[in-house]
């Protein structure tokens, strides 16, 4: 139900969005954020808010998401690192040194 003009348009937009978060990695390896803005939901119905990781899928980077401590709720937090357009096996690189500099190894409670 789109028109070829909008799907056009929205291409070139997504291609210009890839180069100003390209532009972002000059000097880094990697993007360090949260990768939500609440914990782990209590179910298995829902990821949670996609606030976080939907531009970074709509430009089409890599992102890997890891925990990073369990807050007050007993749920866990995580992190997401973000990697440049098709440089998905160094930000897998990146991931394992942070998954064993902050040797997150707590794990929740599990469901009733």
Aim: aromatic residues 8%; contains cysteine.
């Amino acid at each position: 139900t789109v028109s070829a003009v909008d799907y056009a348009a929205a291409l070139a937009h997504q291609r210009a969005l890839r180069r100003r978060i390209f532009r972002l990695f000059e000097g880094f390896d990697a993007l360090v954020m949260p990768a939500t803005d609440t914990t782990a939901p209590p179910t298995l119905d829902t990821t949670g808010p996609k606030t976080f990781q939907a531009p970074w899928s709509y430009a089409g980077v890599p992102v890997v998401s890891i925990p990073c401590g369990l807050a007050s709720d007993g749920m866990p937090a995580a992190l997401q690192l973000v990697g440049p357009h098709h440089e998905d096996l160094p930000l897998l690189a990146v991931a394992r040194w942070c998954e064993q500099a902050v040797d997150f190894r707590t794990a929740p409670p599990l469901g009733p």
